[in-house]
């Protein structure tokens, strides 16, 4: 075995949107970096839809970039086509999403890996965690190579033993035409890690030039738009040309085709086992569980300026090839469209969640950090906060430094962690606004008020912000106080004076609700703020229910907040656990000075 001479900080496994942000986020700290990958030309690649951010995901992107993350930038350097959802709605569930240009995206992450100092990125493939002394040491590679390291971030996304479905077809792969990771995925097992399977899957892609998009409803890029940057600039950003979507719907004659032949199905033939995302359901599966609904929404989305390749989001299926092809058929306009790439499902290996901490690292295997999909999560979005996070965690393990933790009221993102580290998963999880309780708190145009502090902090965001930020923070505060007060707009950039202007606004709406939320927020951080002491097992406090006891030995909370939120654990049972921590910490302090 060869041993390479380079001793690493931090090794991130994957290239894919955790991975991409869990690497930069290492090297951005001062952490010598090392993001092994199985090929540099599928870095960041979007491997489903060509679009970034959605409903509650495009909170995630704009939190993410507030922290110095890269998503929100590549996408709108790669934007063909911006759209805000839910305008209909409060501000608070207002959510960005940009369909990009699927190459420009993934061409301009890599370039952006490749110029960012202390980060080396290798085309190999991690066969084994090492592990010495009872924490990680490495990474074993196919190749026989030995990448020693303090910590690793795992971001294997649908990889870990991969098998692919195409109606009665079944071969391995972790992505369509991608060999998965078996090895790696026997590794964790022998490890002791806690595998599961799910199933998630893509629709066909098709060649535009025989679609007829006279029968669709034409939906036009938002005009104006706003970036999915905080720091892209818009006057810049305005001048590009932007591509439209198209709507359409399913007919009757897609329902009964799909019905007689049902069986066909990888989903329904039994072929497949794993439970698949309840939010993002196959074609065939819509048909099954909505026997009443005969016609469901398509829409045509472009995968980028120089191709003529379109996504039918809503169209995912595992039917066999030639089923499709009479699917396509059978949707106005679709008549003569080709297939390029046909629809598929994969089933793929992941880790549970619960076996994680809040800051992503391993309960069983120290010095092990889990972001992505191999946390039982679907996304990019959701991805790219896991890795942001436990990149920034691996390199603060190997400092010594406290875990950056983020609390359900401060992000998306800690909302997101909290809930898989606490609850697990049943079906792979996809956020929403509705999972956040102080989703008024936590909206896409305050993601800069919220965040870009950490940022600074981490040493992830690039201080040359830093003094514009601070104005425009206290620009908001002075227009808060005083609604007269005429916005200075010196020194403000990228921030502006509307953009102050339309902060304010939003508060002064949702005042009331804000202050209460804030309030419950403290109680929530009152309660974060209380640690349960290394050596103090909640478990065996006397008094509590057996079924509480059950989950705080399965979850070990990290706080007495974090014990609060598991399901089943009742608020008399965190009150006798508050007064049994406070007894040990007195205990052991009395211990400590004689």
């Known amino acids: 075995m060869y041993e390479y001479p380079q001793i690493y900080d931090v090794i991130v496994i994957g290239g894919g949107h955790a991975g991409c942000e869990a690497a930069l986020a290492s090297a951005k700290t001062g952490a010598k970096t090392l993001l092994l990958t199985q090929s540099l030309d599928t870095i960041a690649q979007m491997s489903c839809n060509p679009s970034i951010g959605g409903i509650a995901k495009g909170q995630i992107v704009r939190e993410i970039d507030a922290l110095g993350g890269a998503m929100g930038r590549i996408t709108d350097s790669a934007a063909v086509h911006y759209h805000m959802l839910n305008t209909g709605k409060g501000p608070a569930v207002h959510s960005p999403r940009v369909q990009c240009d699927k190459k420009a995206y993934q061409f301009n992450f890599k370039h952006t890996l490749e110029l960012q100092p202390n980060l080396d990125v290798m085309q190999d493939e991690a066969a084994q965690i090492a592990v010495s002394d009872g924490a990680v040491s490495g990474v074993v590679t196919l190749r026989h190579t030995f990448y020693r390291a303090k910590t690793v971030v795992l971001t294997a996304g649908t990889f870990l033993a ?199 690292e391993s309960k069983i295997v120290p010095g092990l950090f889990c972001a992505g999909q191999v946390n039982g999560t679907t996304g990019y979005e959701e991805a790219g906060g896991q890795g942001f996070v436990a990149g920034v965690n691996a390199a603060r393990k190997t ?139 909640p478990s065996a406090v006397k008094g509590i229910l057996i079924e509480s006891s059950q989950k705080l030995k399965t979850v070990r909370p990290r706080t007495l907040g974090q014990a609060a939120r598991i399901p089943g654990v009742t608020p008399a049972d965190i009150q006798l656990l508050a007064i049994h921590i406070e007894r040990y910490r007195r205990l052991q302090h009395a211990r400590k000075n004689g």
């Open 162 to 360: 991969g098998t692919i479905h195409i109606g009665e077809e079944v071969f391995p792969g972790g992505r369509y035409n991608d060999m998965p990771s078996n090895e790696l995925s026997k590794s964790l097992k022998a490890l002791g890690l806690h595998i599961i399977r799910f199933k998630t899957g893509t629709p066909m892609r098709i060649n535009a030039r025989g679609v007829d998009f006279d029968k669709f409803r034409l939906q036009p890029s938002d005009d104006p738009f706003q970036p999915m940057s905080h720091f892209t600039d818009y006057a810049a950003q305005s001048k590009r040309k932007f591509l439209c979507c198209y709507i359409t719907r399913t007919t009757e004659e897609t329902d009964k085709i799909l019905r007689e032949n049902l069986n066909r199905s990888a989903m329904y033939s039994g072929k497949i086992h794993a439970l698949g995302p309840r939010y993002c359901p196959s074609v065939e599966d819509k048909t099954k569980k909505f026997p009443d609904v005969k016609s469901h929404p398509l829409f045509l989305e472009p995968e980028g300026t120089n191709t003529e390749e379109f996504y039918i989001q809503g169209f995912s299926t595992s039917m066999p090839e030639e089923v499709q092809r009479a699917l396509l058929k059978s949707v106005p306009g679709l008549e003569n469209a080709s297939i390029t790439r046909p629809g598929y499902a994969i089933e793929y290996d992941f880790s549970d969640p619960m076996d994680l901490y809040p800051s992503l």
């Open 399 to 537: 400092r010594g430094q406290e875990p950056f933790v983020l609390r359900r009221d401060e992000a998306y993102i800690g909302v997101l962690i909290d809930d898989l580290v606490t609850k697990g998963v049943n079906e792979p999880y996809r956020m929403f606004t509705s999972r956040a309780e102080y989703r008024i708190l936590l909206r896409n145009d305050n993601a800069d008020l919220r965040l870009c502090p950490h940022g600074f902090a981490l040493g992830t965001l690039d201080p040359q912000y830093k003094p514009a930020f601070e104005k425009y923070r206290a620009e908001v505060e002075r227009l808060k106080a005083d609604p007269s007060y005429q916005v200075d707009e010196t020194g403000l950039y990228p921030w502006t004076a509307e953009k102050v202007r339309f902060h304010v606004d939003v508060y002064q709406k949702y005042a009331g609700y804000y202050e209460r939320n804030k309030k419950d927020a403290e109680k929530l951080a009152q309660a974060e703020n209380i640690v349960i002491p290394e050596g103090f097992d």
